[in-house]
């Protein structure tokens, strides 16, 4: 499956940002189907293109196979007709036995800066759970702030921050 979602989101992401500026529509799909594994494999997809040069495109991809397990893929990239871009993708995993596995990316870039997050996420089937974002953003003047945050079921939240001037001089976070 893993194969089958990048190649969707590679597909909606090339079509995001390559759609012509003058070139208008959009297109949208869903399929759903049963799968080797005894379950389901199901997804849809969205995309469009406005006249002035902003696109979209995103989609998702499920798939159980029927003993309770199952995943789900997403994401979208997105073009504003100022050229900005931004893009995100996450994927979940839940087992029969009740454990839980998530992770997702986001990153946009634009004139006033960029971000880039991933996090992390998992609950055991004990009832235990951690998790981690991770996340650096530049301004549009150099200056940088890179942080994490930690969860622990039990130990709380945790986060540090660091910010830095665009000589790469640490500064204070404001």
């Not at 070139?23 to 949208?28: E, I, N």
């Not at 994927?91 to 006033?112: E, F, L, M, P």
Request: hydrophobic content about 30%; proline content about 2%; overall charge positive.
């Amino acid at each position: 499956m893993n194969r089958k979602i990048a190649m969707i989101l590679s597909l909606a992401a090339l079509c995001a940002a390559t759609a012509p500026a003058q070139a208008a529509g959009a297109a949208h799909g869903r399929f759903a189907h049963g799968n080797a594994e005894g379950g389901v494999t199901a997804g849809k997809f969205r995309g469009a293109a406005g006249p002035n040069g902003g696109a979209y495109a995103r989609g998702r991809v499920t798939q159980t196979d029927g003993a309770g397990n199952g995943r789900t893929a997403s994401g979208g990239a997105y073009r504003t007709p100022g050229g900005a871009t931004a893009a995100r993708a996450g994927s979940t995993t839940r087992s029969a036995d009740g454990t839980v596995s998530h992770q997702g990316q986001i990153a946009a870039n634009g004139a006033k800066g960029s971000v880039q997050s991933s996090s992390s996420f998992t609950k055991g089937a004990d009832g235990s759970a951690a998790g981690e974002r991770n996340t650096t953003a530049t301004g549009a003047n150099g200056t940088t702030y890179t942080g994490n945050t930690t969860y622990g079921k039990g130990e709380g939240v945790n986060h540090t921050g660091t910010c830095a001037n665009a000589a790469g001089e640490t500064i204070a976070c404001r």
